[in-house]
């Protein structure tokens, strides 16, 4: 049984809402007694989590975050692959990639945030890996400076990026730059700016011809970016949509899932058009 029917049944959802209320309470207790904790992901990776923070709230009590990019990367990647983490917060889905791709493969870690991006050399550091390359820099159309618009309050994951009218505060390079040699060997671009895709997905279309020809990329699109989903459909690449969802119900039924062999079950579908139920979007290059 999926986690889709599951969620349906009557029954099992009155006991998940239940459930519910007790993790939030176990959550905060714990999350005010030990704000901070190592734990190891579902993957086995290494990672420092604050729990007052969104993202690693959920990584802390749960090893994992957002289920089905997590598994469907797991799927994807092979030994050797070189993976691109534009937006990569705090690192998880860079650790998951280092550890895939192995000593033979290599990942390169984009994180603007000055801030953030200490805490992902901290858990990059956490795990000895040596095959990421981390780059304190923004993803632009051009080269200029940035500043570090904040998000969210607890969520350093929802920081935004807009182009500096002064000296800025970060560094702010196209994918040409912040690929460099290794652009023709990147089969992998996992992109979450906060909106800020546009010139990275531009970018993308650009270097078709000197990226491989089995090249993923698995972005979150906005309204003002969906004009890509039928640009990248001309292209050439498969569009899939796959949903997110953060509530501590779903995360509980997810986990109750993995005991019976669910855990990997992707939940992704194949798409023609921009939905805004959906917000990442997998762009698969038919080779």
Partial sequence: MSSVSLRDNHLFSSIVRLLDVGQRFYMRAVSYISPVEEVRTSFGTLMRCHSRDFVQRRIRFFKIFEHNLTYYT????????????????VGYFTLLAAKTVGSGGKVIAVEADPRTCEALRSNVALNGFSN??????????????????????????????????????????????????????????????????TPILQAILDSLAELPTNLIVAAEVSPKSSKYIDLFAEAGFEVSAMQNIYTIDYYLTRSYLSR?????????????????KYTDYVFSRKS
């Fill in 260 to 276: 019976y062999g669910e855990a990997d079950n992707v939940h992704i579908i194949p798409i023609s058009h921009y939905d805004d």
């Fill in 74 to 89: 797991l799927n994807a990647l092979r030994p050797g692959d070189y993976y691109l983490d534009i937006g990569a917060n």
């Fill in 132 to 197: 990421v390359d981390i780059r304190n820099v923004a993803a632009t159309e051009k080269r200029c400076q940035v500043d570090i618009c904040p998000g969210e309050k607890h969520n350093s994951g929802s920081n935004s990026i807009a182009v500096s009218t002064s000296a800025g505060t970060v560094q702010g390079l196209p994918l040409r730059e912040i690929a460099g040699a290794d652009l023709s060997r990147i089969t992998f671009i996992k992109i979450d700016v906060e909106g800020a895709e």
